[in-house]
């Protein structure tokens, strides 16, 4: 499956299960839009099978919840990458 088409899938799992409790087909695809990846779109969609949350309050505080960990690994991966190439040059010097 392409990317689009992966992403597309998973866009349209989460509005179905929006829609089956009740909220809006747009804040689905809104939520899916700012998630942006299949997988934090599916995470998103797990959430809602499971907990079955009443209020678009917390389906969004959910959202954002989902985001903030995905910055911060990124973040995490690219201080990682940062000590990484440091240590190299630590261990083999500037050069001449």
């Known amino acids: 499956m392409s990317g689009n088409a992966e992403w597309t899938s998973a866009r349209d799992e989460l509005v179905t299960e929006m829609i089956a409790l009740g909220f809006s087909e747009e804040l689905g695809n809104l939520v899916a839009k700012n998630l942006g990846s ?29 985001m ?19 240590n190299q040059m630590l261990y083999q010097g500037l050069g001449e």
């Open 38 to 66: 299949p997988k934090a779109i599916r995470r998103m969609t797990s959430y809602l099978y499971n907990v079955q949350p009443r209020y678009e309050e917390i389906v969004v505080d959910e959202m954002l919840a989902i």
């Open 68 to 86: 903030s960990e995905i910055a911060a690994w990124k973040e995490k991966k690219a201080s990682e990458e940062a000590n990484a190439a440091y």
